[in-house]
């Protein structure tokens, strides 16, 4: 399954709970770009200069590093892609990683939701350290101030890509690379929509609904 969505959407939301769910890989193309940048590997320093200022890393990057996972992790898994493909190039990349293993793409989920609500939600998160557990300042609070609610670390940061000028860039490039694949999924009837303003456990229930009748 691939989850589209703009940034702040809850892809990363609800592909770590339907990864327990499921049973399945989440496979998050920003999250391994920030590994990359934190073990100062040369392909981090690259994505650092894109990441850093919310433009898109080249496809060759993103690719690189879904190809690198899939080919370390179990080759039976079931996988939930979040924040890739985000250009055309990506999605027939894609095809052809998934094609090489046997695979393909079962649903392509998009979350939709209006920039406002995204621009709130970005400007008020933060995560766990240690664990990686996202937390937001209005909408999910740690249950003790302070403390991750899975981990017990009091280590808390915000992603250097969510300050208000980089979440417009980000926004502007959703809608001008990635939104413009939709189409692609939607001509091959792959693609479902979800509202992404309904609460997280909602959203949840209405993409388990969907990949049930994936089977
Ligand atoms: P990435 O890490 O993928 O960031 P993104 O797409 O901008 O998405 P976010 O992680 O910001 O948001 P999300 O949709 O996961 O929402 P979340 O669940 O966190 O990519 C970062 C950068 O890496 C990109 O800008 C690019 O530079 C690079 N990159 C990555 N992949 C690439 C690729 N394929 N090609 C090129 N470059 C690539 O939720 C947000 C907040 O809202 C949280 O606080 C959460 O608690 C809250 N929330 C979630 N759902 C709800 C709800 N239903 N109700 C209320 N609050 C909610």
Redesign the pocket.
Known sequence: MI?I????????????RLEQKLGAVHL????L??DEIAAESPLGKT?AT??NT??????Q??VKV?VDHMDRGDPDADYIL??????RI?AEELDRILGERGLEVGKAVE?YIEDDVLKE??T???ACVKCGE???KF??RPEIEDVCDKCGSMEFDV?S??MEETILT?LG??HLETAPILPYYENRGLLVKVD?????S??TKEIELILADVG
Do not use: C, N, W
């Open positions: 989850l969505g703009p940034p702040g959407s809850g892809k990363g939301t609800q592909a770590q998050s193309t920003g999250e770009l920030r994505a894109y990441m919310g433009r898109l890393v080249p496809d990057v993103a879904v979040d924040g890739f493909p985000r250009t990506q979350i939600r970005l008020g998160r933060f996202g937390y937001h909408f999910k992603r890509d969510d980000r490039i959703y992404g303003e309904k609460s997280v909602d959203v």
